[in-house]
C-alpha cells in the first residue's frame, strides 16, 4: 500500500483566543472528513490542546504538539511533558523547530526531546534546515550534522515514528515567491535521505517520511508536492487562515 501523505499545520503562537482556535479547527475537521490518502495533523499552542481534543472524532485528523520537554516526570517550570501531549490525545510532536533553536536549544537538547517523545508513544516531527545556502555547499554539511546530532542514540525500533520536516530557515514566513524551488527541494530531499541510509541503512531510510516547510501555500503547493520528491508538508502562517489551509491539504490529496 502506497504511504500516506502528511500535511502538518503548525499554528505557533496563533490564534489568540480559544474561540478562534475552535472554529478553524472545526473547519479543518469538517474538510477532511474527504480525504483518504493524507494524513493530516494539526499542532496548536499547548493551552488549546486539550478543548480541541475534546472534539476529535475523526480518524483523518490528529494533533500535535510544538514542543515538548525532555524528561518525563520532575520540577521543570514551564515545560510540557510527552505523557502530557498524549493524555490531551496529541499524537505527534514538532521538535527542534528553528524558532526555539533560536531561542537557543541545541542539537543536543533536540536529541533528547526525540527520544523522550518517542519513547513515550508520540510520533516525533524533527526539523532540520540550513540559515543560508552557499555555493560551495557548505550548507550540506550543515545540513547531514543538524541531522545526525538531532537524531542521536534515536531509538531505531521507533523509526516508523519519525518524520523529518526540511526547513530551510531563509524560507520560512514569507511569501508564494519565497519558498525553495521544487528542483531544490528535489535535490536537498534526496541528500537528506542519502544521509539517512548511511545512518540506518537504505531500506529503513526509504521509509522514512520528508516533508517540507517554508513558505508553503496554496500558490506553490502543487508544483512543491508535485516535483519536490517529498511526502508532505509542514505549514505555518497559512495553517491559520481556515480556507488556505483546506486548500492545501486538497492539493496534497490529489497530486
Ligand atoms: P511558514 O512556516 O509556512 O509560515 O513559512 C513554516 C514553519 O515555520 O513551520
Not at 472534539?55 to 483523518?60: A, E
Not at 503547493?221 to 508538508?233: E, M, P, R, V, Y
Request: proline share 3%; glycine share 10%.
Amino acid at each position: 500500500m502506497k504511504a500516506k501523505k502528511i500535511v502538518i499545520g503548525n499554528w505557533k503562537m496563533s490564534p489568540h483566543t480559544r474561540g478562534e482556535a475552535k472554529s478553524l479547527f472545526d473547519s479543518v475537521k469538517k474538510k477532511v472528513t474527504s480525504v483518504k490518502k493524507t494524513n493530516v495533523v494539526v499542532c496548536p499552542p499547548f493551552v488549546f490542546l486539550g478543548m480541541l481534543a475534546g472534539s476529535l472524532r475523526s480518524k483523518n485528523i490528529s494533533l500535535g504538539g510544538q514542543d515538548v520537554f525532555y524528561k518525563s516526570r520532575g520540577s521543570h517550570t514551564g515545560e510540557v511533558s510527552a505523557d502530557m501531549l498524549s493524555d490531551s490525545r496529541a499524537e505527534y510532536v514538532i521538535v527542534g523547530h528553528s524558532e526555539r533553536r533560536a531561542l537557543g536549544e541545541d542539537d543536543e537538547i533536540v536529541a533528547k526531546k526525540a527520544i523522550q517523545a518517542v519513547t513515550d508513544g508520540l510520533s516525533v516531527i524533527i526539523c532540520i534546515g540550513e540559515d543560508k545556502r552557499d555555493e560551495s555547499g557548505k550548507y550540506l554539511s550543515v545540513l547531514s550534522e543538524e541531522l545526525k546530532n538531532s537524531l542521536y542514540k534515536f531509538p531505531q525500533q521507533h523509526l516508523n515514528k519519525l518524520i523529518v520536516a526540511y526547513e530551510p530557515i531563509w524560507a520560512i514566513g514569507k511569501t508564494t515567491f519565497d519558498a525553495m524551488s521544487p528542483a531544490d527541494i528535489e535535490g536537498t530531499v534526496i541528500f537528506i535521505r542519502k544521509t539517512l541510509s548511511l545512518m540506518y541503512g537504505k531500506e529503513r531510510a526509504s521509509t522514512i517520511p520528508i516533508i517540507y516547510g517554508g513558505s508553503v501555500t496554496v500558490g506553490n503547493a502543487k508544483s512543491l508536492i508535485t516535483d519536490g520528491g517529498i511526502s508532505g508538508f509542514l505549514v505555518g502562517h497559512e495553517s491559520l487562515i481556515a480556507s488556505n489551509f483546506n486548500e492545501i491539504i486538497s492539493i496534497v490529496e490529489h497530486a
